[in-house]
């Protein structure tokens, strides 16, 4: 049967997560309604990274098959359809083997903070109005791609096989009165993004050296990492796939 994968973004303030879930409104439950509005039968999606409750994406993935006869005009039926907070961007068909979470190369993030108050970034990045030290953040980021175990980051109420990560990437930019934290892995752990970013935070503002980042990293406690972090500054920003794709024209 021919698979496809179904390229999305959203803002994810007014969902319940990514994955469906009882009594919540979430992104894969809208994207299996619109399409079963669509094409008048059920389909089901598999999604690549299940992003919590108000993380947004400026892409994501979700596979499907289907005998169905699936067209480029059938992107713009969906986005007609679906709240104005998702938009599909794309439908490819793959490999009938191709696994939208599992073929992954690379995950990449952004956090997003803002110093000063603006209404046009509510609901879109943290309003962090703290002085902090850009090179002790920078310092405590560079450390990161000298672990491959991040057990203390990742929530408990969850089941992996492993907290091994790779991580490529991990940098902090600053740009007049606002913040962002880049970071690309292979994958990531529940909660792991926000708990680097509190916990570096603490770094920055000078109330943990680095010895003691150090020393949550090693420790595998995660009752000593900051998870407060709020969602709305979390954006997955993309998702890296060998090249087997095929646009639908």
Request: proline share 4%.
């Amino acid at each position: 049967m021919p698979r496809y994968f179904i390229e999305v973004c959203y803002d994810g303030t007014d969902f319940g997560g990514f994955q469906i879930q009882n009594n919540h409104t979430t992104i894969q439950g809208e994207l299996e309604k619109a399409l079963a509005t669509i094409f008048r039968e059920p389909i089901t999606l598999t999604g690549a990274s299940r992003t919590d409750s108000g993380v947004h994406a400026l892409q994501n993935y979700l596979h499907f098959d289907t005998e169905l006869d699936i067209r480029s005009k059938h992107i713009y039926n969906l986005n007609s359809i679906l709240p104005n907070t998702i938009v599909v961007r794309g439908i490819y068909i793959v490999p009938a083997n191709a696994h939208s979470r599992f073929d992954a190369t690379k995950r990449s993030y952004i956090y997003k903070l803002h110093g000063s108050r603006n209404p046009f970034l509510e609901g879109r990045s943290w309003y962090y109005p703290y002085p902090v030290n850009l090179s002790s953040l920078q310092e405590a980021a560079n450390t990161l791609l000298t672990y491959t175990d991040f057990e203390s980051f990742s929530k408990k109420n969850t089941t992996v096989n492993t907290f091994d990560c790779k991580i490529t990437k991990a940098e902090w930019i600053q740009e007049g009165d606002n913040l962002s934290f880049h970071i690309h892995s292979n994958r990531f752990l529940r909660g792991m993004i926000r708990g680097l970013v509190g916990t570096m935070l603490q770094v920055g503002r000078g109330q943990l050296n680095l010895e003691q980042w150090h020393e949550i990293i090693r420790s595998k406690n995660e009752q000593k990492v900051d998870f407060s972090t709020p969602a709305n500054g979390l954006y997955l920003e993309a998702i890296h796939y060998p090249d087997y794709f095929q646009k639908i024209i």
